[in-house]
């Protein structure tokens, strides 16, 4: 089955910590984009890839990194820059502009 | 500017019919989604308008008034699995990337 895997579903960092969310699709698809979604708010961009071995920054790029080494990944990190990180991370990919998204399942990053 | 306007939260009854409504200001305008996400899950895409008028899918109907800025999510016989968060989101005009604009969703909770 063609699908979005992102892992781990649930994640734990401690302040100062770098920490790696994986992003993994086999829908072919060119573009992948990172969202977060915090309670009560919409989901907001911070990073987006339309093809390898490139990306642009989304609304929310500080305290973030990205690569696009393969067409089929597409890791976020969350650097201890980011001041705020608690959030759900959505990983979604894009067949064409204007197009339907797909989604991952998400992964719940918490600092502790 | 961009903004997306939609309610917080709606309650509704089980067998009834709810209507969600989203108003949007953007730069331009190239469509407009809806997706369903349960609470912790990844959404699911709904619908896509991208001309005036009514789109039927089963008990799911989506309408859009490109002048007026405005779309609405009907859903009929509402049945409890329905209580989740709906999220309307605009494609932007001169879209580079594929980038969509959220609006922070609305809460519906279907009562018995």
């Known amino acids: 089955d063609g699908g979005i895997t992102q892992s781990p579903k649930y994640l734990f960092r401690k302040e100062g910590q770098n920490v790696t969310l994986s992003c993994e699709q086999n829908?072919?698809?060119?573009?992948m984009y990172w969202y977060r979604q915090d309670p009560g708010q919409g989901l907001r961009l911070i990073y987006y890839s339309q093809i390898v071995n490139d990306f642009q920054k989304g609304d929310i790029a500080e305290g973030y990194s990205v690569s696009r080494e393969k067409k089929e990944s597409f890791p976020l990190t969350v650097t201890s820059a980011q001041k705020n990180p608690t959030a759900f991370y959505l990983c979604?990919?894009?067949?064409?502009?204007?197009?339907?998204?797909?989604f991952g399942q998400g992964t719940r990053l918490t600092v502790v | 500017g961009q903004n997306i306007d939609q309610p917080t939260e709606m309650t509704a009854t089980e067998g009834a019919i709810v209507q969600i409504n989203c108003t949007y200001q953007?730069?331009?305008?190239?469509?407009l989604f809806w997706y369903q996400q349960h609470a912790g899950e990844a959404p699911t895409f709904l619908s896509y308008n991208v001309l005036d008028g009514l789109e039927e899918k089963g008990r799911f109907s989506s309408f859009l008034s490109r002048s007026k800025g405005y779309s609405y999510l009907l859903l009929k016989e509402l049945q409890m699995k329905d209580s989740a968060s709906y999220l309307c989101a605009v494609s932007p005009l001169y879209n580079q990337g594929g980038k969509l604009i959220f609006g922070q969703g609305t809460e519906l909770s279907v009562k018995p």
């Open positions: 979604a990919t894009l067949r064409d502009t204007n197009t339907e998204a797909f």
């Open positions: 829908l072919n698809h060119d573009a």
């Open positions: 953007t730069s331009g305008f190239n469509g």
